[in-house]
């Protein structure tokens, strides 16, 4: 062991290494700092850019807000859901049945055109949420007649995944045993 070594540290580190590593350090640090303060300043500009953008964009005068209140409707649906399949592609076309069980004669319904594909459509999410919020709210109004026509219809015109089958199952068997206790009723 060398004379610098502490015998109760063990360790042999010589004084000139420490030295060089120290000023390195301090180096490193000087120039962490310099960053740090640069990027603090870049980021002051930048947080108020986007304070005078929200400001911009959320101001309101007290006429303007009045006008907003004075003008708004709270959305009530209450058993319309099933109109957004109309735009679907291909469109959903209620039968007569389905029509008077809803009051809905003054519906427009696409009519049927000529060049129908029999190919399925890809169900997307966006039509998965819109066929599935049409079906619960028809079930909940015990529309079960009208329930399993939109339930045909998706099952004619879009393709088939698990999630998808296991959902159709689900509501078939719900379908089925509401319309049986009716039935019975």
């Known amino acids: 062991m060398s004379a610098e070594t502490d015998p109760f540290l063990a360790l042999d580190v010589s004084t000139d290494d420490y030295a060089t590593t120290a000023a390195h350090d301090q180096q490193v ?61 291909p469109p959903f076309r209620p039968s007569g049945a389905f029509m008077s069980a809803l009051d809905a004669g003054d519906v427009d319904v ?31 109004l015990q529309k079960y007649a009208a329930v399993q026509e939109i339930i045909t219809w998706a099952k004619e015109h879009f393709e088939k995944d698990k999630k998808w089958d296991a959902q159709v199952v689900k509501w078939e068997g719900k379908i089925k045993e509401k319309m049986s206790a009716q039935e019975v009723a």
């Not at 603090?40 to 953008?53: C, N, P, Q, V």
């Not at 209450?78 to 592609?89: M, P, T």
């Not at 129908?116 to 079906?135: C, E, F, N, P, Y």
């Open 29 to 89: 640090g000087a120039d962490a700092t310099v960053a740090a303060v640069q990027a603090e300043d870049d980021s002051d500009a930048e947080r108020e850019k986007a304070t005078a953008a929200r400001a911009a964009r959320t101001r309101y005068t007290e006429e303007d807000f009045i006008a907003q209140k004075a003008s708004y409707t709270a959305r009530i649906d209450e058993g319309s859901v099933w109109k957004q399949l109309l735009v679907f592609d």
């Open 110 to 140: 696409p009519k049927a055109n000529g060049d129908s594909s029999t190919g399925k459509s890809k169900l997307d999410k966006k039509h998965h949420q819109a066929i599935q919020a049409a079906v619960s709210e028809l079930y909940f």
